[in-house]
Nanobody
């Protein structure tokens, strides 16, 4: 089992920045990748960014490319999501995810979520 705890959400004005953190514990040696998803009211959960532990590869949704950066602190088993130039449409609950496989499938571990609200 892997446990994930997110932090760093909050309220920010459009154009501002936030940094989310996700600390992984438990069976972390089995993790293949970690990432961030988000879910806005009335919408499905969507992929935001991912970090592949084996080769430090990163992946982003088109909607956040150039604005968001995912990174990892190996010593702390922590993944960060730095969000710049935030827009009202970035408002959502952001969830940290971890997978032991090459994709985020049904065995994905999830955090509890952290609210990000961007005011116009």
């Amino acid at each position: 089992q892997v446990q994930l705890v997110e932090s760093g959400g909050g309220l920010v004005q459009a154009g501002g920045s936030l940094r989310l953190s996700c600390v992984a514990s438990g069976r972390t040696f089995r993790i293949n990748r970690m990432g961030w998803f988000r879910q806005a009211p009335g919408k499905e959960r969507e992929f935001v960014a991912a970090y592949r532990w084996s080769d430090e590869g990163t992946y982003y949704a088109d909607s956040v490319k150039g604005r968001f950066t995912i990174s990892r602190d190996n010593d702390k088993n922590t993944v960060y999501l730095k969000m710049n130039s935030l827009k009202p449409e970035d408002t959502a609950v952001y969830y940290c995810a971890a997978s032991e496989t090459f994709r985020f499938g049904r065995d994905t571990y999830w955090g509890q979520g952290t609210q990000v609200t961007v005011s116009s």
